[in-house]
């Protein structure tokens, strides 16, 4: 086989995931034309990253959720209350116990805000797998506690959160020199895994791709971060926030597909009843993809308080939304059983640039909504007759 | 003799890819009659009733129907136009919504209304007249969820009457009821004689048709062996006409020796998990030797499944009995638990329980055996990859590579995915849950082989199937049920179709352990 059938082949494999990054790049030139070069400007470019992180983090963690079977609409409060949390800690407490100690305060905001997400995956997590009550009627009434959860610690005042260590969680950015260091480490793991994968396939006896196929994706995506970091450093580094995400993404993401975790949990999306026959503990593993969820909704909220430097009555207002409709984008099955880690952050990345595009265009926000639901339902409505016409 | 004639068929024939469902029947139905249907499974009961209640409709098959006397063209939205020439069916399960209340559930879909909206008062109202009409004992405003299976069961008809039906179709309406329930039915059978309904009667229980049925018409292989009252008939003569083919070589031969006894089952009594007044299981004992395969036989209802799945653990909560497995008591309660004793199953529905159909061949097969490649956090996919290849090699499983999704593939090659799904697992005792339902000739005598070389390997396999040429071809012995409990335990030397539907229908009673 040539090099090009390979390419096409390839492709061919994974039309959805191929469909929606072109759906990416078109928003990106639309908007970019539209706005006279504004729009592709590395200081947007960088913050268009630096907008999705919060979504993105609660929409890794609702794939599986979705992929399960179940929803969580509690994510986004939750991820509001945990942000509120932290701002009252750094500000009232630690602030008078352990004054002029910011890199100690913000280790706690995060410890704190980690804890407080798995104790809610726990809380919901249990109630539904170990319970039987439905991921819908929980974690609808999770959202209204959390709501009301965040009124009750705020009292209806906004509390600041912007201690110079934790601000830098989602606000710094790291020196342009140490960028491309990443960038050379990530490019070079590539290319060592390449091999490494050439060479156990060669053990087992497996058949290949060619030398060539290989090497041209491993330099196209060696590519594509050599070109982000080149971008991003012409404004100020690799935002730390997308730093952190890419790393969330990229071990969840190898979980999803490697782990027994990962893939009990489509399993039980596929097909219930064929998983409990195989011997899966389905409560169990439903469990785990809550208590995860939560972890990934502490993470969410630290960065929420530490972006915003403040923690308000609005916090994570909607975001539940968000994180589903990205899942959605991202070719995750509201059924169950399909759906991607990366799929997930390209949606979000989808919904933050439309987002942003509209706001340099200076569309009102009413507009801004009404477009975001009508991609929304296209795209679906698209994949649905790619995936017919096959 | 026959003079008032409702229903005409007329050369009918049938045809599915691959398969002759019906192969020119000819046969006719009095007005007023009981008319019984019989036949083992897959002689063409069910699509004959089929193409009269429209779901086949008028084109797809050959020859005719008359009805009163004029052809009957069911064409587009054939259901409907069946059930408006007053032809009504009860089908096996029951197509109850079962939230509703009955009197919805009988007007469904043709709710009495005034002025756009339905009208409560008359729905209610005239659903008290059929109930009445019919001797029905249900409430109209009940729950149809809160009603038992045979009350269900009277909705069902209720539901067939409500459209002044002529002729009434009851396809295999015991399969689910207890012995008074039956009782009931056979009642209001008899009442809609009376009222000058004619009806179809089909079940697999023989004694049903001695009691109620007029006239009986055998089906076989999709041909009609006869029509004959009833009263001319003994049920050794009907057992016959439903049996009697030659077997054909359709089975591999095999020198395999059963060893030693690996399992035994006790006097097991289970009761369905949903509802603790459901008895499933009423008695079972066997036992089951190395390397040998162990028929399960009995009709529809009788509790073939219900053994399979409780053997394994997720099925039927066990009130009463032992299970030994190598001489060690063993009390399932999971899948897990089973599949670490050494148990396997190839569920009946491989479909609902035995597949994701949109996962990969790969994904499917190493599902259970994950462990085996893994540790924590990580599978090694190479190692995956290379294990699940070894098993579809070994199958000669036909697809385009290891990543396609498994409901791209045939019905065969489905069911060779599922067994090495559970192969891979290296169990000791294979439960396999009628394993050729539903696919061809060819794989299945693959399967036959399959199973053939696991059982000379020293595999334990019970096999349950509705067939029972497949079970005289492979076992070794045939366990027969009858309504829950174990009806005889017989050498496949002394097993013979006739031997086994007698205690299946539970003419015969077992004889005494030997």
């Keep these: 086989m040539n090099l090009p059938n390979e390419l096409v082949q390839q492709f061919r494999r994974n039309i959805q995931t191929y469909s929606i990054i072109i759906a990416l790049i078109v928003i990106w030139g639309f908007f970019g034309v539209l706005s006279e070069g504004a729009y592709l400007q590395p200081q947007n470019f960088s913050n268009l990253f630096r907008q999705m992180t919060v979504t993105s983090f609660l929409a890794i963690g609702m794939v599986l959720v979705i992929v399960t079977g179940n929803i969580d609409l509690s994510v986004g409060k939750a991820a509001g209350f945990i942000s509120v949390m932290v701002a009252h800690h750094q500000y009232r407490v630690w602030h008078a116990l352990i004054p002029d100690q910011p890199l100690l305060a913000a280790a706690l905001s995060v410890v704190l805000g980690i804890g407080l997400g798995i104790l809610w995956g726990i809380i919901q997590g249990y109630i539904i797998s170990y319970q039987g009550i439905p991921a819908f009627i929980v974690t609808l009434g999770g959202l209204f506690v959390m709501r009301g959860a965040i009124l009750l610690r705020t009292e209806g005042k906004t509390i600041p959160a912007n201690q110079p260590f934790f601000k830098t969680i989602a606000q710094g950015y790291i020196d342009p020199k140490y960028s491309w260091i990443i960038a050379g480490v990530v490019i070079l793991f590539l290319i060592f895994n390449m091999f490494r994968s050439r060479r156990k396939k060669r053990e087992y006896g497996f058949e290949q791709s060619s030398f060539a196929m290989d090497l041209s994706m491993t330099f196209f995506f060696s590519l594509l971060v050599a070109l982000y970091v080149y971008i991003v450093n012409k404004y100020q580094g690799f935002q730390i926030p997308v730093l952190l995400l890419a790393i969330a993404a990229v071990i969840l993401a190898y979980v999803s597909n490697n782990s027994r975790f990962g893939r009990y949990a489509y399993a039980i999306g596929g097909n219930r009843e064929a998983a409990r026959l195989s011997g899966i503990n389905i409560r169990k593993s439903v469990f785990q993809v809550f208590v995860l969820m939560g972890f990934l909704t502490g993470i969410a909220g630290i960065v929420l308080a530490s972006y915003v430097g403040y923690g308000t009555i609005a916090a994570g207002e909607g975001y539940e939304l968000d994180a589903i409709a990205a899942a959605i984008l991202g070719g995750t099955s509201p059924l169950g059983g399909e759906g991607t880690i990366f799929g997930a952050l390209v949606g979000a990345l989808i919904m933050s640039s439309l987002t942003n595009g509209l706001q340099i265009m200076n569309v009102a926000p009413g507009w801004q909504q009404l477009v975001k639901g009508l991609v929304l339902v296209l795209a679906v409505f698209a994949d649905a007759r790619l995936k017919r016409n096959r | ?514």
């Design chain 2, 1 to 514: 003799m026959k003079n008032d004639i409702i229903l005409d068929f007329q050369h009918v024939t049938k045809k599915f890819p691959g398969v002759v469902a019906l192969d020119d029947v000819t046969l006719q139905v009095e007005r007023g009659e009981i008319h019984g249907l019989c036949g083992e499974n897959g002689a063409g009961k069910s699509t004959l009733m089929k193409i009269l209640s429209g779901v086949h409709p008028f084109g797809t098959y050959e020859g005719s129907i008359l009805y009163e006397g004029k052809e009957l063209k069911l064409e587009n939205r054939a259901i409907r136009r069946a059930s408006e020439a007053g032809i009504a069916i009860v089908y096996q399960e029951l197509t109850l919504v079962s939230s509703m209340t009955v009197g919805e559930n009988v007007y469904l879909g043709k709710e009495p209304r005034e002025n756009g909206f339905i009208n409560w008062n008359k729905l209610y109202s005239d659903t008290q007249k059929v109930l009445n009409k019919y001797n029905l004992d249900v409430e109209p405003q009940a729950i149809v969820g809160n009603l038992g299976v045979g009350k269900q069961q009277m909705v069902e008809i209720a539901k067939a009457l409500a459209v002044d039906a002529n002729v009434l179709i009851l396809d295999e309406p015991t399969s689910a009821l207890t012995e008074a329930e039956i009782n009931q039915l056979m009642e209001i059978i008899r009442s809609l004689k009376a009222h000058g309904v004619t009806c179809i009667y089909i079940s697999h229980k023989l004694e049903e048709f001695f009691r109620i049925a007029d006239c009986m018409t055998i089906l076989r292989d999709g041909k009609v062996v006869d029509t004959l009252p009833t009263k001319e008939l003994s049920h050794e003569q009907l057992v016959k006409m439903m049996v009697g083919r030659e077997m054909h070589k359709r089975f591999p031969p095999s020198k395999r020796k059963p060893g030693k006894v690996i399992m035994e089952v006790e006097d097991l009594h289970a009761q369905d998990p949903n509802d603790p007044n459901r008895t499933v299981l009423n008695g079972v004992t066997f036992d089951l030797r190395r390397g040998e395969i162990l028929g399960i036989a009995g009709l529809m209802g009788s509790g073939r499944t219900e053994l399979a799945m409780t053997l394994f653990g997720e099925y039927g909560k066990i009130t009463q009995g032992h299970i030994f497995l190598d001489g060690e008591e063993i009390q399932p309660h999971s899948a897990s638990a089973a599949i670490q004793k050494g148990l396997s199953l190839v569920p009946e529905d491989r479909k609902g329980y035995g597949l994701i159909l949109i996962q990969s061949v790969r994904r499917n097969i190493s599902l259970p055996n994950l462990s085996q490649f893994s540790s924590f956090m990580r599978i090694d996919r190479l190692a995956e990859l290379r294990a699940t290849m070894q098993q579809s090699k070994s199958l000669d499983i036909k697809a385009p590579s290891l990543e396609v999704p498994v409901n791209t593939l045939s019905g065969g090659n489905q069911q060779k995915v599922v067994i090495s799904k559970w192969l891979m697992s290296k169990p000791k005792v294979l439960i396999m849950d009628d394993p050729c339902r539903g696919i061809d000739v060819g794989a299945k005598f693959e399967i036959y082989k399959l199973m053939t070389e696991l059982a000379e390997k020293g595999v334990s396999i019970i096999m349950t199937s509705s067939e029972l040429e497949e079970v005289l071809g492979m076992c070794d012995r045939v366990l027969v049920m009858y309504e829950g409990r174990s009806n005889g335990l017989l050498d496949i030397s002394e097993a013979s179709q006739e031997r086994i539907m007698a205690l299946a229908t539970g003419i015969a009673e077992s004889e005494p352990a030997k």
